[in-house]
């Protein structure tokens, strides 16, 4: 089972980025998944995640409006398209499977039950 992001990097403030993440070693089409992120100094925050089928999706309040979450169950890919940076966005993002399969965006697991997570890639959000 492994979860591989890319796309991160430095943006000002105002920009855009969109994060991958490539999933491999399980049925992907079968699990919820979401994105999360870790700032400096702090804990896992939960951004987004997106139902099986890709039709259902939810976000933090703090992202709302300026992230969108997406996913290609052929190509067993997620997505974080993220517009209108600022540098509060700065972290580490994600990529996160929970433990089992066939959960809803109604009954989010928590973080904790993600237990299948990539190594992570720095978005940075700087002038």
């Known amino acids: 089972v492994q979860l591989v992001e890319s796309g991160g990097g430095l943006v000002q403030p105002g920009g855009s980025l969109r994060l991958s993440c490539a999933a491999s070693?399980?049925?992907?089409?079968?699990?919820?998944m979401t994105w999360v992120r870790q700032a400096p100094g702090k804990g896992l925050e939960w951004v987004s995640s997106?139902?099986?089928?890709?039709?259902?999706?939810k976000y933090a309040d703090s992202v709302k409006g300026r992230f969108t979450i997406s996913r290609d169950n052929v190509k067993n890919q997620l997505f974080l398209q993220m517009d209108r940076l600022k540098p509060d966005d700065s972290a580490v993002y994600y990529c996160?499977?929970?433990?089992?399969?066939?959960?809803?965006?109604?009954?989010?697991?928590?973080?904790?039950?993600?237990?299948?997570r990539g190594q992570g890639t720095q978005v940075t959000v700087s002038s």
């Open positions: 996160a499977r929970p433990r089992s399969p066939y959960n809803s965006v109604l009954k989010i697991p928590s973080i904790d039950d993600h237990t299948v």
């Open positions: 070693g399980f049925s992907f089409k079968d699990y919820l």
């Open positions: 997106i139902s099986l089928d890709g039709l259902a999706t």
